[in-house]
């Protein structure tokens, strides 16, 4: 799985003028058809996705590549998933969380874990990544919480991207920022080569 831009025109683009890279070896991706289509719940309602499916030229490793909008490996995008972020450290439980998302509890519950567990690599990697896009960005003054640092990471990371690179969606580019957010896989910056292709 590779996280790429939200906008598919570019995407191909990209792929067809051999910039985006394998995020295992460096090598060349090219189309490789496209994966299954499948329903993703965001906070207006349903959306429909049908991932582009790249090979690497140079390894033969094959890849889906995932638009920074969804979440790797979850039913709702990084809106839902971010939303209830935000309301677990402004203090609500996973139960009222829940309910305000119309989401099961137990989902709601695994986010918060999935994150709980990530959230000094997420405050970490987003500090890198605010510091690169903004030399001149102060420090991170601790909270006492490792989710309340990580968001605050994670806002002002997205908040520089948006500086720099002009206006984008908040979720997405931590999705991008964070190689999948409360996915497993360590975060990656592998992409186009020359430049940040995670970044939507």
Do not use: N, Y
Not at 108 to 125: D, G, K, T
Not at 142 to 152: C, H, I, N
Not at 166 to 183: D, E, I, K, M, N
């Amino acid at each position: 799985m590779l996280v790429v831009q939200e906008d598919p025109e570019v995407v191909e683009a990209d792929l067809a003028a051999g910039r985006v890279a394998c995020p295992g070896c460096g090598g060349r991706l090219a189309r490789w058809g496209f994966g299954s289509e499948r329903q993703l719940r965001s906070l207006s309602g349903v959306r429909r996705l049908r991932p582009r499916r790249a090979i690497c030229s140079t390894c033969g490793t094959t890849h889906i590549l995932e638009p920074a909008w969804t979440v790797p490996r979850l039913r709702d995008t990084a809106e839902v998933v971010g939303a209830a972020w935000q309301a677990k450290v402004a203090g609500a439980g996973h139960r009222q969380i829940a309910a305000d998302l119309d989401r099961p509890a137990s989902t709601v519950r695994r986010w918060l874990r999935r994150l709980a567990v990530r959230a000094e690599a997420l405050r970490a990697v987003a500090t890198g990544w605010l510091h690169q896009l903004d030399p001149t960005a102060g420090p991170l003054d601790p909270t006492g919480s490792p989710l309340a640092d990580a968001l605050e990471a994670i806002g002002r990371a997205t908040a520089a991207a948006s500086r720099r690179l002009g206006p984008r969606a908040s979720w997405s580019t931590a999705v991008a920022l964070t190689g999948g957010l409360v996915a497993s896989a360590p975060p990656r910056r592998a992409g186009v080569k020359g430049g940040r292709q995670a970044i939507p």
